[in-house]
């Protein structure tokens, strides 16, 4: 229901002024600036009311789809630089401090998810809560972190192989890499032929894809049980010799651990596919929390008794950095587990490369139904409903990738896509909390909260000043009651405003006294909507103000970690952004913690679901977490993603801006003023472009399919 007033409703869609559509006679709407269009938002519900994706999946199969994605190779590898160069025997505190640090974010995940089950994610979420161009920003992200993670995984299979053969010389040279003369690039056939066959996989369909990755993770789950069981029982004849060491428990101190657990944060990255299955699910409102927190708390935990036994078998500063368990296992007479090691991470580089080939084509789907790529990448299968065309190309671009390019020095890219869609979907639960995008369902405006009272009021008085003409003997129809409902804010406000208590009071006498019915129902008309007024201001208030402080916390959580983890710069300047950055952070928090959440939070969406706890302390140590993580990323890695989010705004531009689902008809926004003079092709084409990306733009903040 729209709120009647205008400034509250620039406020529920503005973070920043932007105002909510307006209807227009005609059926038309008003018009915003290319600023409002950058962040024009989608209704909550938008993603195809009636799903054309089956809905096969329950909440078993999203175990593996989350397990599997989370726990890759990494882990028998991670353990031993984390435990050998930042954390020591620690290392199992730090899996604790980056487990609960993942755990924030997963949280609110698994809100967003319940609210607003869509295949798109947290670019579906930001699209609902933030605006078009951050959706788009966070969207872009991800198809580099799917796709370069993708690629990455595969190009791990075949060392893992060459453990089977003795060696990398002894592998048959169809398995080989070949290197490209003197550029330091080495083809990879095994990784190219692997996407290939996942990509068929994907396209054949969801439920078996997921079987077949459930087989797997329980593999991988095997090897890793074996890992823990087999290191207790040496550890057991050993005395546990690494936790003897003259350090003690934590050698490398405070900043040790918390070193290490921003090293091995990001081994629980990858939960978050399993809110890009959210429309193939049965019962997302029940099912995907479930799916992510349970997936979560089974990766932390096998997590953490993989580290304890590892930091016991071998002293910390003797671990092999490259082979931490199988050399573990060797230094106690056990080489033979070198095999049973190098098939779990092979089940492990398998299910990993599922868990991002998965979520990728359904991100491109996602952004394509609304407009912002080729409508062709949201095609879906007529038969087993999987959009395959965007698998296919998902799945190719990928191979290319693993095939030809040396994408060591990118992978630090991935985890900019993932931080920065973690730290979105975190300020999203904070929007959706204090000033949610879609005006709530009951309010203090004149239109709620409960549609009885104004309706009731309207036959009322429509019966006592146009009373039914038959000759003066039929009596009155009986009159509806006045006011069905009243809210506990009206109550409020009636009692502390002598004005409105007077009001309400001239419209009910007290017994006895005789006043014209006609009175008595306009006085309550009055009333309410002397109510709803002063109400409706005090409610605009409140969400500028929670607007603002979300907005500043945004701003200065980069701000404030930049000052934090800017090692290469001079100290004054570290000095001066912290002192910028940290008072406004936490003038922020104290806002938002002593405002009250809105109305609206309890029916934006599908309500009824999970709730993160904790708001808003919970998503704001999310952003602070995962901000500090993106920061420390480097320069280096930093310029990579610049140039790919430049090509990406690029195509936004040239493309997305002007097909979004959002925006206007065509034809509806040239610019007449540049009169009847004939242009060149290539005026005409700079002018077009122009004038649809420049030109006044209407209000959205309604479904996609409209």
């Known amino acids: 229901m729209l ?293 979560l708390l089974i990766c932390g935990a096998l997590y953490m008794a993989v580290a304890a036994v590892l930091v016991g078998l071998v002293p910390y500063h003797d671990i092999n950095v490259d082979t931490p368990i199988s050399s573990a296992f060797a230094a106690h007479g056990m080489p033979w587990a070198q095999y049973i090691v190098a098939g779990g991470a092979l089940a492990a580089l398998s299910t990993t490369l599922i868990g991002s080939l998965l979520p990728q084509p359904r991100v491109l789907m996602a952004m394509a139904r609304d407009g912002l790529l080729p409508r062709w990448f949201s095609r879906l299968d007529p038969v087993n409903g999987t959009p395959t065309n965007a698998t296919i190309v998902s799945g190719l671009v990928a191979a290319a990738m693993a095939f030809a390019m040396n994408i060591d020095e990118l992978s630090g890219m991935v985890s900019v896509g993932t931080l920065l869609a973690f730290s979105v979907v975190s300020a999203s639960v904070l929007i959706l909390r204090y000033v949610p995008p879609e005006p709530p369902a009951s309010t203090s405006t004149y239109t709620s909260p409960d549609p009885s009272v104004h309706d009731a009021d309207l036959i009322a008085a429509a019966a006592v000043l146009n009373p039914p003409v038959s000759g003066g003997s039929a009596p009155h129809p009986p009159r509806p009651p006045l006011l069905h409902h009243r809210s506990l804010s009206e109550e409020r406000l009636v009692t502390k405003d002598p004005l409105l208590g007077a009001l309400q009071n001239l419209g009910n006498p007290p017994e006895g006294v005789p006043v014209l019915e006609g009175v008595r129902v306009l006085t309550r008309i009055g009333s309410a909507e002397l109510r709803a007024s002063m109400g409706s201001k005090e409610d605009a208030k409140r969400r500028q103000r929670a607007a603002w402080a979300i907005s500043a916390l945004s701003v ?91 090509m990406g705004a690029l195509i936004y531009a040239l493309y997305g801006y002007q097909n979004s689902a959002l925006g206007p008809p065509k034809g509806e926004t040239e610019l007449k003023t540049l009169g009847p003079r004939r242009r060149s092709w290539i005026g005409d084409l700079g002018y077009r472009w122009f004038s649809r990306s420049f030109a006044y733009l209407p209000q959205v903040n309604q479904d996609t399919e409209a």
């Open 3 to 295: 709120r009647k007033m205008a400034s509250s409703a620039a406020i529920a869609d503005g973070m920043g002024g932007l105002s909510t559509p307006t209807p227009m006679p005609g059926g038309g709407q008003s018009q915003q600036t290319v600023l409002g269009g950058l962040f024009r938002r989608k209704a909550s519900d938008s993603h195809h009311r009636i799903s054309q994706i089956p809905r096969v999946l329950t909440f078993i199969h999203l175990l593996p789809v989350g397990v599997g994605a989370t726990i890759g190779a990494g882990v028998y590898v991670l353990v031993g630089a984390a435990a050998r160069e930042r954390a020591g025997p620690a290392l199992t505190l730090s899996f604790l401090l980056a487990g609960i640090a993942a755990a924030l974010a997963a949280l609110c995940y698994a809100e967003q998810a319940s609210r607003c089950p869509s295949a798109g994610s947290a670019y579906h979420y930001a699209y609902t809560c933030v605006g078009e161009a951050v959706a788009w920003i966070v969207g872009w992200g991800l198809i580099l972190e799917y796709g370069v993670g993708a690629a990455a995984v595969a190009r791990g299979i075949a060392p893992n192989l060459a453990t089977f053969a003795g060696g990398y010389d002894n592998l048959p040279w169809i398995l080989h890499r070949i290197p490209v003369f003197d550029t330091g690039v080495e083809l990879d056939p095994v990784a190219a032929l692997m996407v290939v066959l996942v990509t068929v996989l994907l396209c054949y369909g969801i439920k078996e894809s997921v079987t077949v990755q459930g087989v797997l993770v329980v593999m991988n789950g095997v090897v890793l049980s074996f890992v823990v069981v087999a290191g207790v029982v040496a550890g057991s004849r050993s005395g546990w010799e690494g936790y003897k060491q003259p350090g003690g428990y934590a050698p490398y101190g405070i900043n040790g651990v918390f070193g290490g657990a921003a090293m091995v944060f990001f081994a629980y990255i990858g939960f978050d596919a399993v809110a890009a299955t959210a429309e193939e699910v049965k019962k997302p409102q029940r099912d995907l929390p479930l799916g992510i927190g349970l997936s």
């Open 556 to 646: 200065s959580a980069p701000v404030m970690c930049l000052g934090a983890a800017g090692d290469g710069m001079p100290p004054w300047l570290r000095w001066v952004l912290g002192g910028l950055g940290l008072p406004s952070f936490l003038g922020s928090y104290l806002v938002l913690l002593l405002l009250p959440e809105d109305e609206g939070a309890l029916t934006f969406g599908h309500a009824g679901g999970f709730q993160c706890p904790f708001v808003p302390t919970l998503p704001v140590a999310s952003v602070a977490i995962n901000v500090y993580f993106m920061v420390n990323l480097g320069l280096a890695t930093w310029l990579r993603v610049g140039g790919w989010l430049l």
